[in-house]
């Protein structure tokens, strides 16, 4: 089944202890992104990858950190977590960038920094 | 960069009725507007797209008009289940139309 799978689901922390929340697609999609969603906000870019090696950021990057070492993997790491990243976050891909086509989100990860 | 407004950020009707939302953009150089359906708890699903060289674009129930001059588009659904409940985003395609910008979202509650 083509899917954008996350995990975990859900995680709660505690302020800077660093984690990684992984995303992984397998639908040899060159285009992935990772979002935030909150409320009366929207969803909002966090960073984006074009194709291996290639990232760039979106319109909140501060606090995150990606890396796009293989096309299927695209893990979203805080280094030092704070409560303003308490957040719903998804990863989604596509095939070649985000006005191609269809980006495929995955189910979401909440998040929750105390 | 990009700027999308939605309206209204909810929106109740009957069933059987038609629902209407709509949004703005900023930027006169996007050329692609996606809507997206987000049901309780699962990630945004696409549900219709649209490209500036259209004007409208139908899909069984499912509508969406685009004026470029004003620079608004809409996602009209006729004839609304209970099933099309669920939060709706609107998108434009932004700088370098590597990124989309996405709207604030609209919750739709269709009552039998």
């Known amino acids: 089944e083509a899917q954008v799978t996350q995990n975990p689901r859900y995680l709660i922390t505690v302020t800077g202890k660093k984690l990684t929340v992984t995303c992984s697609q397998n639908m040899n999609h060159e285009y992935m992104s990772w979002y935030r969603q909150d409320p009366g906000l929207g969803l909002r870019q966090i960073y984006y990858s074009m194709n291996v090696e290639v990232t760039d950021k979106g319109d909140v990057p501060e606090g995150y950190k990606v890396s796009r070492k293989e096309k299927r993997n695209f893990p979203l790491i805080l280094e030092s977590p704070s409560p303003n990243q308490t957040s719903l976050y998804f990863c989604?891909?596509?095939?070649?960038?985000?006005?191609?086509?269809?980006?495929?989100f995955g189910p979401g990860t909440r998040l929750t920094v105390l | 960069g990009e700027n999308v407004e939605q309206h209204p950020s909810t929106l109740s009707v009957q069933e059987g009725d038609s629902a209407v939302i709509k949004c703005t953009y900023s930027d006169s150089a996007s050329n692609y507007f996606p809507w997206y359906k987000q049901e309780l708890g699962k990630g945004p699903q696409l549900i219709i797209d649209?490209?500036?060289?259209?004007g409208e674009k139908k899909d069984q129930r499912i509508a969406v008009t685009l004026n470029k001059t004003a620079k608004h588009f809409s996602l009209h659904i006729t004839e609304t289940q209970p099933e099309d409940s669920a939060v709706y985003f609107c998108a434009a395609s932004g700088t370098g139309f590597q990124k989309l910008v996405f709207g604030t979202g609209t919750r739709l509650l269709v009552s039998p």
């Open positions: 989604a891909s596509s095939r070649s960038g985000p006005t191609g086509g269809e980006q495929f």
């Open positions: 649209i490209r500036s060289n259209v």
